[in-house]
């Protein structure tokens, strides 16, 4: 049976936010996530980064809504 950690989690963005703003190192998940996306997204659209992959769920707008975010396996070092 895989590891419940595994398994994907949806999170509002309200509360990532909210916790990402104490910092003021801290850039938003959905500014982050158009930046690399390098466009308005539209549910659907993804982007992996630092061993994750980033999937919008749900759009109001041009506002991202919904993430999905998802820990990708890790990846073994090359030989050599």
Do not use: C, W
């Amino acid at each position: 049976m895989p590891s419940p950690l595994a398994r994907p989690r949806q999170i509002e963005l309200s509360s990532v936010n909210t916790r990402a703003s104490r910092s003021p190192t801290n850039t938003s998940s959905p500014a982050a996530l158009l930046f690399r996306l390098g466009k308005i997204p539209r549910a659907g659209d993804s982007v992996e980064y630092q061993s994750r992959r980033y999937t919008v769920l749900e759009m109001e707008r041009n506002r991202i809504a919904r993430v999905r975010i998802e820990k990708l396996p890790e990846r073994p070092a090359p030989a050599g």
